[in-house]
């Protein structure tokens, strides 16, 4: 009687921590290769590759995401759905300043990716870096690391 009494409690359990979890909390579509950032104590999340079909398929090639979210002082997860945004994209680098951050490169739908893109999480914007840098000096690149 006790073991029965113990699974019941186990199950109980399991399904109240999964409903905490999945409805308390508006979570961003599960991803891979994305960059994260933290600037005035929010961490600041971009791009990846995922589906809306659960972590499973994500963790496959899905397709390359530009949305932004932001994980908040209250725990919880924040949509930001900013102005004119970059092109798609994963595995791409990312550095923060006091006030913004940069992305560089990474891998879209067209391959390699050889652009810059600024947020400024005040306007809720996005801006591109023109690169003044001569072809041969600069190579596109995807799965690198950045830094201010």
Wanted: hydrophobic share 35%; glycine share 8%.
């Amino acid at each position: 009687m006790h073991y029965k009494t113990s699974i019941i409690s186990l199950i109980v359990l399991s399904l109240s921590v999964n409903t905490l979890f999945s409805q308390s909390t508006n979570w961003p579509v599960p991803r891979q290769g994305h960059s994260m950032v933290v600037i005035d104590s929010l961490i600041y999340i971009f791009g990846g590759q995922g589906n809306e079909d659960g972590i499973l398929k994500a963790m496959k090639a899905g397709p390359q995401l530009n949305d932004v979210w932001i994980f908040n002082e209250d725990n919880e997860y924040e949509e930001e759905v900013p102005y004119d945004p970059p092109p798609r994209r994963h595995n791409h680098g990312v550095c923060g300043q006091e006030k913004d951050f940069f992305i560089f490169g990474g891998s879209g739908e067209e391959g390699i990716i050889n652009d810059m893109y600024y947020f400024w999480p005040s306007a809720n914007s996005w801006g591109e870096v023109r690169m003044n840098i001569e072809e041969r000096y600069y190579t596109p690149r995807s799965d690198h690391t950045v830094n201010a």
